[in-house]
Nanobody, 125 residues
Framework: QVQLVETGGGLVQAGGSLGLSCAASGLTFSNYAMGWFRQAPGKERILVAGISRGAGPTYYADVVKGRFTISRDNAKNTVSLQMDNLKPEDTAVYYC??????????????????WGQGTQVTVSS
């Protein structure tokens, strides 16, 4: 049974930093593309950062490029998202997700097979 557990959300002031972590179990972690999505109230869920299987290429949405960094530790079955210079518009629930079909993380949420429960990130102005 595949399980993803996110940790690290919270409240931070604009300009601050937060780190999110997602621990995966029940799968051969290094074989799968991973993504970090976010969803704000009333908005669609979007891919903010993704990392290919193994130690492959990364993807960043334009709105976070240069501020967020995704990384993975295949030995520990974790994927992390370091978020710096946070803005109030980064406020959302953040989810990690696994795509067990593709080497490169797709942007479409429906193509992902497993999701974590989500963690709230709130950035105050």
């Amino acid at each position: 049974q595949v399980q993803l557990v996110e940790t690290g959300g919270g409240l931070v002031q604009a300009g601050g930093s937060l780190g999110l972590s997602c621990a995966a179990s029940g799968l051969t972690f290094s074989n799968y593309a991973m993504g970090w999505f976010r969803q704000a109230p009333g908005k669609e869920r979007i891919l903010v950062a993704g990392i290919s299987r193994g130690a492959g290429p990364t993807y960043y949405a334009d709105v976070v490029k240069g501020r967020f960094t995704i990384s993975r530790d295949n030995a520990k079955n974790t994927v992390s998202l370091q978020m710096d210079n946070l803005k109030p518009e980064d406020t959302a629930v953040y989810y990690c997700a696994v795509d067990n079909s593709r080497a490169v993380p797709p942007r479409t949420p429906a193509w992902y097979d497993y999701w974590g429960q989500g963690t709230q990130v709130t950035v105050s102005s």
